[in-house]
């Protein structure tokens, strides 16, 4: 690459090493520092020839990053975000922007404050599979859509990040700020946006509390309308066992419909079909089976970066209203193990 992006990582676990780390490598960027408190995640990014600092300060410092990954437990994205801002570094900040409301709400106000560029990181919208179901759905192929269906799920039991020695903060409510519903939906909610380019308005949920031994909800069901009126439905579940078939989405309109099997998630792949409301004719729809998520977010974001006129496809606003929604499904059920984002 020409010109390479110089990134920093803060937070150097499960998601920054086996998929943005790759992704900034493939997409021919560099990796040039990371911050993180644990010195087993500092000496794996040493390994990957990155400088690693135990604190932001330490990243902050340095000239050569110009945008940010921000990948801690989900009450930390606030105090990074805020500070890199203010340093006036790119940030892209993972999914959900925050554990509680507020906090998003204030990472929202410091982005505004500083004019820094800005992006959650919702890797999904950068699947090809679900770039072409967008393409698909502007051009008409299914007439007046009229329902989003999604199936999100995984096995997440208290003991699930041991393997890498982390703490398993996502069944913690103070860190993660919820369960299932909070980690899982998000991606569901902002790729309803991104293909049929409109969001959702009015939410209702309901949690559960089913299968897993710990504080916050293992599952959850989402209801929700566009205001033209789509109906989207979303279930996102920690309580169903890896090898059943658990990413599904359906886009269903008056002239077809088009289902994504094992496309969300972080890896490439997957399988998009189109199927013709008149005939009943089920076609594949062609997309680049190779390329990751992660790897076209990194290429994405830094093509914003150099080209700033790329920067309405992302919007702190937008991904606030994302928040909103979750702390109002959350605010609605009435499962004991919900925790609500604070207010
Ligand atoms: N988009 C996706 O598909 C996706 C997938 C997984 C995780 N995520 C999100 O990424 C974030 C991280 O998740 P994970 O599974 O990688 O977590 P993890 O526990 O594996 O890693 C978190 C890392 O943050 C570090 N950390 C803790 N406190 C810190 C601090 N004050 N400063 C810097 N680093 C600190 C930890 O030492 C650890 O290395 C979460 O917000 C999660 O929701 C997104």
């Not at 790729?191 to 949920?205: K, N, Q, R, S, V």
Request: with cysteine; proline share 4%; aromatic share 6%.
């Amino acid at each position: 690459m020409a010109d390479p992006v110089g990134w920093g990582i803060v937070g150097y676990g499960w998601v920054a090493r086996d998929f943005m780390a790759p992704g900034i490598r493939d997409a021919g960027h560099r990796l040039v520092a990371v911050a993180d408190p644990g010195a087993e995640s500092r000496a794996a990014a040493e390994a990957q020839g990155a400088r690693a600092h135990a604190t932001l300060e330490g990243l902050l410092a340095e000239p050569e990053v110009e945008a940010v990954y921000v990948a801690t437990p989900n009450h930390l994205h606030r105090g990074a975000v805020e500070a890199l801002a203010y340093a006036g570094k790119a940030v892209l900040c993972e999914k959900p922007m925050a554990a509680a409301l507020a906090d998003a709400e204030a990472m929202a106000a410091a982005v505004g404050r500083s004019g820094i560029f800005y992006g959650t990181a919702f890797d999904q919208r950068h699947h090809p599979g679900h770039r072409a179901m967008r393409a698909a759905i502007r051009e008409g192929r299914l007439g007046t859509v009229t329902a989003i269906r999604i199936v999100y799920a995984c096995w997440l039991d208290r003991g699930w990040t041991s393997f890498r020695g982390q703490d398993n903060w996502r069944i913690d409510p103070a860190q993660a700020g919820g369960g299932a519903l909070i980690d899982l939906a998000p991606h569901g909610l902002d790729l309803t946006d991104f293909l049929i380019d409109e969001p959702i308005i009015d939410i209702a949920a309901m949690t559960q509390a089913r299968a897993q031994d710990y504080a916050v909800d293992d599952g959850a069901l989402l209801i929700g309308r566009t205001a033209s009126g789509v109906l989207a439905q979303l279930n996102v579940a920690y309580n169903c066992p890896d090898t059943l078939p658990r990413r599904r989405l359906e886009v269903v309109g008056t002239k077809g419909m088009l289902t994504a099997i094992d496309t969300m998630g972080q890896t490439a792949g997957g399988r998009v079909t189109f199927i013709d409301g008149s005939t009943g004719a089920s076609d594949d729809v062609a997309f680049d089976g190779q390329a990751s998520p992660f790897l076209e977010q990194v290429r994405a974001f830094g093509s914003a970066l150099r080209r700033p006129e790329e920067r309405v496809a992302y919007s702190a606003e937008r991904d606030l209203h994302t928040m909103r929604l979750l702390a109002r499904a959350y605010a609605q059920t009435t499962e004991a193990a919900a925790v609500a984002p604070a207010a």
